[in-house]
């Protein structure tokens, strides 16, 4: 398995780790290997610790009130998995996350970052900015399950890919992981994405996308 610099977490960026080893061991952590495809955390469970994706990829996944599978995304080693629930008061995680391949997880109790918090002000910063950036994140996701048309969600998930102009751009989901993404039907979301390829608002080569028109994504959205 290849090795990931923990430097390289949102959550760890500015913490001073000259000997990652010692590091570790100081930090009373536990840290376990999944093979692909195993549900490594269930919605629901009791969120004690914080959970660092060490290596490997996962994906989260929510299941709603009617039944339904609700995509919401793919996390790529080094990140942490719902880092705010650490903290919540109702610190049950909201979301399934099942392994894409073989993966790592490094489990760190709740005294532990209260201590690292505490003693490294600096990690405390990068923790908060992280939670911060996620609410957003999840603010995006609610607007997008707000959207009633499926061509209208696909045009939202796209124009949030067009950043400094930039008209391609790759998705590194496939149909069916798109439709889990969306909550929609496959053959659905296959039928939607052939009529804006057919009128000309986009373009797909395989995971490539390309913006062709942007004001028609733009009328999608109403």
């Known amino acids: 398995m290849k090795k990931v610099d923990l430097a390289d977490c949102p959550v760890c960026s500015k ?3 000259d000997d990652e080893g010692a590091f570790l061991d100081d930090l009373k952590c536990s840290i376990k290997v999944y093979p692909k ?6 919605q629901g469970d009791l969120c004690d610790a914080l959970y660092l994706l ?4 996962v994906k989260t996944e929510m299941i709603t009130e009617n039944g339904n599978v609700l995509g919401i995304e793919i996390i790529k080693a080094p990140r942490p998995l719902a880092p705010a629930f650490v903290f919540s008061e ?50 995006n996701r609610l607007q997008l399950l707000s959207i009633k048309t499926i061509k209208g969600k696909v045009a ?22 798109l439709a889990d993404f969306f909550g929609v039907a496959r053959p659905s979301l296959a039928r939607s994405l052939s009529e804006m390829v057919g009128d000309n608002i986009i373009a797909i080569n395989k995971k490539e996308y390309t913006v062709l028109n942007s004001k028609g994504l733009r009328e999608l959205l109403v």
Not at 54 to 57: A, D, I, R, V, Y
């Open 15 to 17: 913490l001073e780790i």
């Open 37 to 42: 495809n195993e549900l490594i955390i269930r």
């Open 54 to 57: 060490t290596n490997g990829s």
């Open 90 to 139: 109702n610190n049950r995680l909201p979301v399934d996350v099942t392994a894409l391949e073989e993966v790592e997880i490094m489990k760190i109790p709740k005294a532990e970052i209260m201590r690292l918090m505490t003693t490294n002000p600096d990690f405390m910063s990068s923790f908060m900015t992280h939670n911060a950036n996620r609410t957003q994140f999840l603010i």
């Open 156 to 177: 939202h998930f796209l124009l949030e890919q067009v950043i400094d102009s930039k008209k391609s751009f790759s998705i590194n989901r496939n149909q069916t992981e």
